[in-house]
């Protein structure tokens, strides 16, 4: 059985200033043809998890283009065109194909277009013609559009946030890809968009809101007939149309059984919406709650969601440091803070050198001012590192030079390349041990949780000015449809 494979991903803040041009894909990852197999192979990640169902199932794999970057602003024209184009290339020239496997997000909105994975469906459809399966794995945080559920034979949803299943998802959709190819599953499916947008720390679904739906999914997947049921929570900052939760049921020929278990679900959740809304400290408060919750051997995580890079904020922002130096936080990590051009100053400076200098800050003046330290610079890197897990287990991180910078014992990594801070490997890579630590503050709305909690003696969530923030309010929406609750009051 021949399989043509490609990556895509993508989650577009569409409030960000951050451009998302070739250089964000080049630094986190553009690849081509046989070299994706060699970086995924073995990884927790979709890909990783449709490789390894490739060599079990003897699959032949005609590889095509892995592309990635950090979540940001819009997916630049140019690079956008250059891997569909790639994409569509490579699957005109792969020779008679029995389906294609492709790990896509959900959320990318290029300059120009609304929906990117709607777009690159199509054209991928138009490429393979109507029968040729197409099998996709699509972030929790899609924003799921009819365009993409038409498009795709199959839509698999991960089931988790924090992410621990990509792979598992990877091998579900190869495995499903090889069912309907061998003529065992003819699938029918439905999508269902309730006008609910919920906010990225209320979609948790380890308890709460999403829990409830997945549990019904479960047992929903147990029915006869039915393949698989993905409850996508969306991804609220890309401001399109379609953006908000949405629910999608693929079963085996039969439609009517799949709009029904739609329906159920839609009726659950909204049964509990106002369960999605969710409140976080602020700063000065959260601080000092953490420092009063500090105890010895484990330390505080104090959660900076609303600059999660990972929901496309710029990673900078500094309210919580400059709190956290005002009270005098000894024996504080602060990861990660993107800032390049201070890192290159304590390259210039050296280690062991004490230093004057702003801080964060920079992007985006609107999410607070840089915060100038003097601070002894304590260890260079190369910002490579190899991530533990549970996300991403086995694949490199590649944060750019990286620095650490004491400032009265407040650490702070500074990093060039802009990375959520979802595995502790992050702090001690650089030589900090996190456990010695009484105060982490880690930049990310939910992913952290996975490595995190299991070390924190607690957990504290900040809410600070960032464009991860789960406060929509702080937010100008224009284009998703209204009403959609918690904007309108439904
Ligand atoms: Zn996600």
Not at 440 to 463: C, G, M, N, Q, W
Request: with cysteine; charged share 20%; hydrophobic share 45%.
């Amino acid at each position: 059985m021949r399989v043509f494979v490609a990556m895509v991903s993508h989650e577009t803040n569409t409030f960000s200033t951050i451009p998302t041009d070739r250089g964000q894909f080049e630094a986190r990852d553009l690849r081509y043809g046989g070299e994706i197999l060699e970086a995924y192979r073995g990884t927790g990640t979709c890909l990783g998890g449709m490789l390894a169902v490739a060599a079990q199932r003897d699959l032949t794999l005609v590889p095509s283009v892995a592309a990635s970057a950090s979540p940001a602003g819009r997916v630049s024209k140019d690079i956008y065109q250059e891997v569909k184009d790639r994409l569509l290339d490579d699957l005109g020239q792969a020779g008679a194909l029995d389906g294609v496997l492709l790990d896509l997000h959900g959320a990318m909105v290029p300059e120009g277009l609304e929906d990117g994975e709607g777009d690159l469906l199509a054209a991928v459809r138009s490429v393979v013609g109507p029968d040729l399966p197409v099998v996709v794995t699509l972030d929790l945080h899609a924003n799921v559009t009819t365009t993409m559920a038409r498009h795709a034979t199959l839509l698999h949803g991960y089931k988790t946030y924090p992410h621990v299943d990509m792979a598992e998802r990877g091998q579900e959709a190869a495995t499903r890809l090889v069912d309907v190819v061998e003529g065992r599953l003819q699938p029918t499916v439905a999508l269902r968009q309730p006008p609910l947008l919920p906010p990225l720390a209320g979609q948790l679904t380890a308890r709460g809101p999403m829990r409830r739906l997945y549990d019904l999914a479960t047992e929903m997947e147990k029915r006869p007939g039915v393949i698989s049921v993905s409850i996508f929570a969306g991804f609220p900052l890309a401001d399109i149309h379609d953006a908000g939760l949405s629910v999608y049921v693929a079963t085996h020929a039969d439609q009517a059984l799949a709009g029904a278990c739609a329906d159920q679900l839609v009726e659950t959740g909204w049964k509990h919406h106002h369960e999605f809304v969710h409140r976080a400290l602020p700063v000065g408060e959260a601080v000092a709650h953490a420092l009063a919750t500090a105890g010895e051997g484990r330390p505080v995580v104090l959660a900076d969601i609303a600059d999660n890079t990972g929901g496309g904020a710029a990673g900078d922002t500094t309210e919580v440091l400059r709190e956290v130096l005002r009270v005098g936080a000894r024996g504080t990590t602060v990861a990660c803070l993107w800032d390049p051009h201070a890192v290159q100053t304590c390259l210039r400076a050296g280690v062991g050198a004490t230093v004057t200098l702003p801080v964060g800050g920079k992007i985006d003046p609107r999410h607070g001012a840089p915060v100038t330290v003097t601070g002894r610079v304590r260890t260079l890197s190369d910002g490579r590192f190899l991530h533990k897990g549970p996300m991403f287990r086995g694949l490199e991180g590649r944060l750019g030079p990286t620095v650490v910078l004491d400032v009265d014992d407040v650490k702070i990594i500074l990093i060039s390349h802009r990375w959520q801070t979802l595995d502790p490997e992050m702090i001690r890579f650089v030589g900090i041990d996190p456990l010695a630590e009484r105060l982490l503050v880690v930049k990310s709305t939910i992913h952290y949780r996975a490595a995190f909690e299991p070390l924190a003696h607690a957990i504290v969530e900040v809410d600070a000015p960032g464009l991860s923030s789960s406060n929509l309010a702080r937010f100008d929406f224009t284009r998703v449809r209204r009403p959609i609750f918690p904007l309108d009051d439904l």
